[in-house]
């Protein structure tokens, strides 16, 4: 929340910018963790890591408890056993650069998954860069979705 907050809210002192900030968001609902290719999808998050340098984290949420905590009409009715799971990528990007490769590779990724079919969120900043990405590598990464 504090993240999709720092999207949305406009900067009253802006700090420095030395380039912009890239955050993907990928949410999808499944039954349960054996009904998508867990495997699959964190060895994309790890890729992501690894090959563009990315800050992954995935989380999962009971969809229960996600659909009381942020009010999803798709989460409650959904059965109590299912699972909301989360993806989010940030990417520090040149002023100048599209993501339009990024996204479309992140977009691709996810839809090789068996099981996975989410919706996919993205916008870029450029305020705030340098201070967003310093506060961001406080914030520990998960290359894989936890079990609950």
Request: aromatic share 8%.
């Amino acid at each position: 929340m504090f993240m999709e907050a720092l999207a949305t809210t406009p900067p009253v002192n802006s700090g420095e910018i030395d380039g912009k900030v890239f955050v993907c968001n990928y949410r999808f609902l499944t039954a349960d963790r054996r009904s998508y290719d867990a495997d699959q999808l964190d060895d994309f998050l790890a890729s992501l890591h690894a090959s563009e340098g990315c800050h992954v984290a995935a989380r999962a949420h009971w969809a229960p408890v996600f659909a009381d905590l942020f009010a999803d009409e798709t989460a409650k009715a959904a059965p109590a056993n299912a699972l909301v799971v989360e993806c989010r990528i940030v990417k520090h990007v040149p002023l100048e650069s599209s993501p339009a490769k990024l996204i479309e590779h992140i977009e691709r990724g996810f839809e090789s998954i068996p099981g996975v079919d989410g919706n996919l969120r993205w916008f870029e900043r450029s305020e705030g860069s340098a201070d967003y990405i310093r506060l961001l590598k406080e914030v520990p990464e998960c290359l894989r979705v936890p079990e609950l």
